[in-house]
């Protein structure tokens, strides 16, 4: 089986930066979409930023200008750098991966890295 593995999340005070890592854990026959989710207790999950294989990206308006979103597609590994920091940015971040696994595509979810921004 496959699984995303994050890192790179913890505390930073506001205006401060941090950058998310996510990679599976084994190698893989390819990869589609990949992304950033994140989710406060008690609200829905909601997207942070996506990217596709060849490029194209998506963002939700809360971070336009203050993340980005990047992939090594040599290495299977999706970032997101996110700078300006606000309290408000506190969440469960979670790494998402649309992955071809053996003979069929299938929607892979990291267990979330927690990012605290201080105020």
């Known amino acids: 089986q496959v699984q995303l593995v994050e890192s790179g999340g913890g505390l930073v005070q506001s205006g401060g930066s941090l950058r998310l890592s996510c990679a599976p854990s084994?190698?893989?026959?390819?990869?589609?979409?990949m992304g950033w989710y994140r989710q406060v207790p008690g609200k829905q999950r909601e997207l942070v930023a996506t990217?596709?294989?060849?490029?194209?990206?998506n963002y939700a308006d809360f971070v336009k200008g203050r993340f980005t979103i990047s992939r090594d597609n040599a290495k299977n590994t999706v970032y997101l750098q996110m700078n300006s920091l606000k309290p408000e940015d506190t969440a469960v971040y979670s790494c998402?991966?649309?992955?071809?696994?053996?003979?069929?595509?299938?929607?892979?979810w990291g267990q979330g890295t927690q990012v605290t921004v201080s105020s």
């Open positions: 998402y991966a649309r992955i071809l696994w053996v003979v069929r595509w299938d929607d892979y």
């Open positions: 990217m596709t294989s060849g490029g194209s990206t």
């Open positions: 084994r190698s893989v026959f390819s990869i589609n979409d």
